[in-house]
């Protein structure tokens, strides 16, 4: 089993920038694939940015150039810089972790079938 737990939401003016945090405990070795997702209220699920642990990455198109994955691989962290945050980027963040690799992943930004998925961090922009 992995678990997942997010931190560093928060409330932010439009044009502001916050950090998440995602951290995997358990069996991480395991773990592939990697990515944040959000979900405003009325909203479907949506993917943001996937990592691979090559470090192949993908983006959502809303985010592209304002959000950046990373991951720290001895801490068995993952990050999501965000930047020049707008009052549409207000939605529940989540981490998920999956055990698949390669081609999977590379374009996982459009898949919610993650096998692993954290407890979510609220991001508000104001406007």
């Known amino acids: 089993q992995v678990q997942l737990v997010e931190s560093g939401g928060g409330s932010v003016q439009a044009g502001g920038s916050l950090r998440l945090s995602c951290a995997a405990f358990g069996y991480t070795y395991s773990i592939y694939c990697m990515g944040w997702f959000r979900q405003a209220p009325g909203k479907e699920r949506e993917g943001i940015a996937t990592?691979?642990?090559?470090?192949?990455?993908s983006y959502a198109d809303s985010v592209k150039g304002r959000f950046t994955i990373s991951q720290d691989n001895r801490k068995n962290t993952l990050y999501l810089q965000m930047n020049s945050l707008k009052p549409e980027d207000t939605a529940m963040y989540y981490c998920?972790?999956?055990?698949?690799?390669?081609?999977?992943?590379?374009?996982?930004?459009?898949?919610?079938?993650?096998?692993?998925w954290g407890q979510g961090t609220q991001v508000t922009v104001s406007s």
């Open positions: 990592i691979h642990t090559d470090g192949t990455t």
């Open positions: 998920a972790a999956d055990r698949s690799s390669g081609s999977w992943c590379y374009d996982a930004v459009r898949r919610l079938d993650f096998g692993y």
